[in-house]
């Protein structure tokens, strides 16, 4: 684990936690989903999908969500091996998640696909959200 990772996470030993507070932050997060993932035995594209997914979510919780969290973790699923990532925040939430989820929605200035975008890239994608409580999004990948 990178030395920039462990200054501004917490770890238990079987999962990492980054704080998203600034663009630094989602790089950090980014970098320590790319060792989850190698360490997971993910194929490179596979890893690469997650990465990305996970560099959408924290820039969200970022942006939208006014910073927050990422959890690093190993597959919840029973019968796979992988990564399972939980971005969280305490922002406004959204109040039309399925609309959120259409390509090319946005309530910014943005392109509007992360969210869809990043729910194609993985095998496990949950969205939780409540207006004036905030947004949680669970994804995970599988080796096997
Ligand atoms: N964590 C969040 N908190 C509050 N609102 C969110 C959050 N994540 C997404 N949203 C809302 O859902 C919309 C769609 O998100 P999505 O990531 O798909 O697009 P975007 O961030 O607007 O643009 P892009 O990601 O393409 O730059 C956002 O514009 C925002 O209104
Ligand atoms: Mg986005």
Do not use: Y
Not at 99 to 109: F, I, K
Request: aromatic share 2%.
């Amino acid at each position: 684990m990178a030395t920039t990772l462990l200054a501004s996470s917490s770890t238990d030993g079987a999962s990492v936690l980054v704080s998203i507070t600034c663009d630094d932050d989602v790089v950090r997060f980014r970098h320590g989903v790319r060792a989850a993932a190698i360490a997971a035995g993910l194929r490179l594209i596979d890893q690469t999908k997650l990465v990305t997914a996970a560099s959408e979510l924290a820039r969200n919780a970022l942006e939208h969500g006014g910073g927050g969290q990422g959890e690093i973790l190993p597959s919840a699923t029973p019968g796979h091996s992988g990564v399972r990532l939980i971005i969280d925040d305490d922002g406004p939430g959204i109040a039309d998640i399925d609309g959120a989820l259409a390509d090319g929605v946005t309530g910014g200035s943005g392109m509007g696909m992360g969210l869809p975008g990043s729910r194609r890239l993985v095998d496990v994608f949950e969205i939780w959200s409540e207006v004036g409580v905030g947004t949680c999004v669970t994804v995970e990948t599988w080796a096997s």
